[in-house]
């Protein structure tokens, strides 16, 4: 049974509020996530290996075990390891026909940040003026209600898994399932992005249309204005983000993981 929603929380233990706990786990977990994933798709954990028990992995990365389920959850979802009850987790087989996935396919070509803006942007330009003419109400007011979420949250993981999450219902919403999936192919190398974006101050340019200016267009069915305003909101990056834009994602998302987790260990 789900615990019903409580006020925000101080952590008896650091002193900290719950959701800033929350927000430092995210992290954690992101980044032992990461680097489990490039060790087992390099070989450096071979296929078939077991890995260290929960309790030799907590250790191993300064995290609670409660992280580290979470982690050997996600490498379990992502066809990277077999969990065997009672004997543990192993490197699963990355055959021909999984092909590691598209986001595999893409890792393998080391792709920068310019080079991910530069296929998003007449990708999803194309994808809202269709989502203008053809979204129904109740997919607008879906948009809505993610938009409040990305707007109402206290951690970067949690802003960045709903921005990601904006942009999937925008795709839903143009009626047309392969521009969906091929969004769909390169939501990991958004979440990166976007991780990035939601915690940096010089993103949010004055001026500068962002999710309420689209979500404003889309709402008055005006496909033009709905183009304009996702090419100007993702062109962005390519003027704020330096030199981080000719680096590639997985570089560019590890460092600036451990610079979040950095401030959160200074404070």
């Known amino acids: 049974m789900s615990t019903p929603p409580r006020p925000p929380a101080v952590d008896p233990g650091t002193g900290t509020l719950a959701s800033a706990a929350t927000g430092h786990r995210g992290l954690l977990t992101e980044r032992i996530a990461r680097e489990l994933e490039q060790d087992i798709r390099t070989g450096a954990i071979a296929v078939g290996a077991k890995l260290a028990s929960e309790r030799e992995l907590a250790i191993q990365f300064g995290a609670s075990r409660g992280v580290v389920r979470e982690v050997l959850r996600r490498l379990e979802a992502h066809h990277l390891i077999e969990v065997a009850p009672g ?48 979204a129904t109400e109740e997919q607008l007011e879906v948009l809505a209600e993610i938009n409040d979420r990305i707007e ?19 795709a839903v919403a143009s009626g047309n399932p392969v521009l969906r999936v091929m969004l769909s192919s390169i939501s990991g190398l958004m979440f990166e992005m976007m991780l990035r974006s939601n915690s940096d101050p010089a993103i949010f340019e004055p001026g500068v249309p962002h999710h309420p200016e689209i979500l404003a267009a889309l709402q008055a069915r005006d496909a033009d204005l709905a183009r304009q305003y996702m090419r100007e909101h993702l062109a962005l990056g390519l003027r704020t983000y330096g030199t981080d834009l000719d680096v590639s994602l997985d570089v560019m998302a590890t460092r600036h993981i451990e610079t979040l987790l950095g401030r959160d260990d200074a404070r």
């Open 152 to 170: 109402t949250a206290t951690d970067v993981i949690t802003k960045a898994r709903a921005d990601v999450e904006l942009h999937d219902a925008i």
């Open 87 to 134: 004997r543990g987790s192993f490197v699963a087989e990355q055959s021909s026909a999984q092909a590691r996935g598209y986001d595999g396919l893409y890792r393998a070509e080391r792709p920068t940040v310019r080079q991910l803006i530069e296929a998003r942007i007449p990708l999803e330009v194309e994808i809202v003026g269709l989502a203008a003419q053809r």
